[in-house]
């Protein structure tokens, strides 16, 4: 996965991912949930929601 997507940003429990394509970007959004609480307990932060976007749509 690390390949098709880039942490962007983190604020306020949110993590912000740019996801290479649409396909990966809904095989993305169908694991948030998990995806979350393994980065959370990985880094030790809280990690409340991840907001993904496709490669493009991103404004930074």
Known sequence: MAERGQVVGFEDGVVRVEVEDGA???QLLSMRRQ???ELSRISGVTVSEIH???KGNYKR
Do not use: P, S
């Open 24 to 26: 990966w970007l809904r």
């Open 35 to 37: 995806l979350a609480a």
């Open 52 to 54: 993904f976007e496709k």
